[in-house]
């Protein structure tokens, strides 16, 4: 079993920054690719980001492509989505999620998610 809990979330307003963190615990961190998905009120939840367990390959949404930055640092097991130029639309709650099997990286069949941290950006 993998732990993951999120935080970082809060209230911002557009075009501030937020960063989030998602420590994981309970296995070997770096056996497993991370990603950052979202869920706005009223719609289905959607990728956000993805790192690989060797942390140099990265996969974004185009929606926050050039904003977000994902980020792993395997020695405290933890990743992170650093949220830049932030938009009411990416108002939502953001859920980590970690994986053993190499997947596309923004299916939705992780193996472990977190309990979500709410992000809510103000116009």
């Known amino acids: 079993q993998v732990q993951l809990v999120e935080s970082g979330g809060g209230l911002v307003q557009a075009g501030g920054s937020l960063r989030l963190s998602c420590a994981a615990s309970?296995?070997?961190?770096?056996?497993?690719?991370m990603a950052w998905f979202r869920r706005a009120p009223g719609k289905v939840r959607e990728f956000v980001a993805a790192?690989?367990?060797?942390?140099?390959?990265?996969y974004y949404a185009d929606s926050v492509k050039g904003r977000f930055t994902i980020s792993r640092d395997n020695a405290k097991n933890t990743v992170y989505l650093q949220m830049n130029s932030l938009r009411p639309e990416d108002t939502a709650v953001y859920y980590c999620?970690?994986?053993?099997?190499?997947?596309?990286?923004?299916?939705?069949?992780?193996?472990?998610w977190g309990q979500g941290t709410q992000v809510t950006v103000s116009s």
């Open positions: 309970g296995r070997t961190f770096s056996n497993y690719d």
């Open positions: 999620a970690a994986s053993y099997q190499v997947l596309v990286p923004s299916s939705p069949g992780y193996d472990y």
């Open positions: 790192i690989r367990r060797s942390t140099i390959t990265t």
